[in-house]
């Protein structure tokens, strides 16, 4: 369905506002000692609220079967093709936390991880390691390591575990393999070119990797190596006011999603990291814009580390801390996630995601509860992520009649 086509003679401005609250990692699965997954464990009233008032279904993130990364999913349910405009998280790691990336400039998501002597990887996320901690070995890294063949080398702490990296130089190139194993208790893998034109650019990150293992090695950190992922430049892509003549704003805590947010233009209004300040920061800004992105994470971290009873918990709070979105008044609000994470699978997963669109010109179904398998009765149906911000456009009117 190519709406890029028609979308300019059929889209239409207005002041009525729109929400797109994404919880992260919201799909699950099963608990194999109950049979219930996360959603369906919960006691979640005021999302269950929102399924009986409104029209629910499912999102395939990218298509049936594929895995989605995080920007993926959200590329998506902005009502971008995930597969035709591709983002490496890179450079969203690095818009989220400031870091201005120019053309040419290479843009790079770090883990920190935790390796033993034979370079097995014991802990994709080192312990989770505390920001300040992160922010010390940054600071190490950068006074030591500032230059390899050539190419200026600048690293930043983004939070817990993580850090962005960008390379400045000539010939660099995202023509490289990633060294992240993927699972633990493999080896951390060597990375290598993709072809001719990503040969420097991989022998510049391998022994950037080796001065960073030597100088972690003796370190009271679990912190021993730094996972390279997400290797990217930055894109070309039409913004939001382009595209659909909104006013556009997220509110999110972690930088990666104020990153991808950035890169279509959205503002970024800042705010404490809790739920009930996210909440308070979109009654504070009501007024100002028509489109608000809100982002909720803790959901994708519990799920990553397998911890179901977490997940469950934290599905729970965010249920209490999101009562007072009932008495704002949107013309439409969809509530979903960016793709699933099952504890089960202490990782992303291919399963489609429960979505509910509330809005008095969309037709409720007989959903009761916000749950996957509740969900998958309902009218929407199960669509692709990329059709959601379209749904969102026409409950609010701002889509015109198509053709005569």
């Excluded at 969809?334 to 399963?351: C, N, Y």
């Excluded at 429960?354 to 037709?363: A, G, K, M, R």
Aim: with cysteine.
């Amino acid at each position: 369905m190519n709406y890029e086509r028609i979308l300019p003679e059929i889209i239409q401005k207005n002041d009525k506002k729109i929400l797109l609250l994404v919880i992260d990692g919201l799909g699950g699965l099963p608990d194999p000692k109950t049979g219930k997954t996360e959603l369906e464990t919960a006691n979640i009233p005021n999302l269950d609220y929102f399924a009986k008032i409104g029209s629910c279904g499912l999102l395939t993130p990218v298509l049936p079967g594929i895995t989605p990364g995080s920007g993926p999913g959200h590329i998506a349910l902005f009502g971008y093709d995930p597969i035709e405009i591709q983002i490496g998280r890179g450079i969203l790691e690095c818009l989220g936390i400031g870091l201005e990336v120019k053309k040419g400039e290479i843009a790079i998501r770090g883990n920190f991880a935790t390796i033993d002597e034979n370079r097995i990887v014991l802990d994709r996320r080192a312990g989770r390691i505390p920001t300040e901690e992160n922010e010390k070995i940054v600071n190490l890294i950068s006074e030591n390591i500032k230059e390899i063949k050539g190419v200026k080398i600048k690293i930043k702490t983004v939070k817990e575990h993580r850090c962005a990296i960008i390379l400045s130089g000539e010939n660099l190139s995202c023509d490289v393999t990633e060294n992240d194993p993927g699972k633990e208790g493999l080896t951390l893998k060597n990375i290598d070119p993709l072809s001719e034109k990503g040969k420097f650019t991989a022998e510049v990150l391998n022994e950037f990797e080796e001065r960073v293992i030597s100088l972690l090695k003796n370190l009271n950190s679990k912190a021993k190596c730094l996972l390279l992922r997400g290797f990217s430049t930055y894109p070309d892509i039409q913004t939001f006011q382009e595209r659909y003549k909104l006013k556009p704003c997220c509110i999110a805590t972690y930088p990666m999603y104020k990153g991808i947010s950035k890169l279509v233009g959205m503002e970024v209004v800042e705010c404490g990291e809790k739920i009930e300040d996210e909440i308070e920061t979109l009654k504070n800004i009501y007024n100002d814009y028509d489109f608000f992105f809100l982002h909720i994470k803790k959901t994708d971290s519990f799920g990553e580390d397998g911890n179901f009873e977490g997940k469950v918990k934290i599905l729970e709070e965010i249920d209490r801390k999101i009562e007072p979105i009932k008495n704002m008044k949107f013309e439409a609000i969809a509530i979903t996630g960016d793709h699933s994470t099952p504890s089960v699978l202490k990782s992303h997963s291919w399963h489609p995601v429960p979505v509910v669109v509330v809005s008095p010109n969309t037709l409720p179904d007989k959903v009761e509860r916000f749950t996957e398998r509740d969900c998958s009765k309902g009218i929407l149906g199960n669509i692709y992520s990329k059709n959601l911000m379209y749904i969102l456009l026409a409950c609010s009117l701002k889509l015109g009649k198509f053709g005569a």
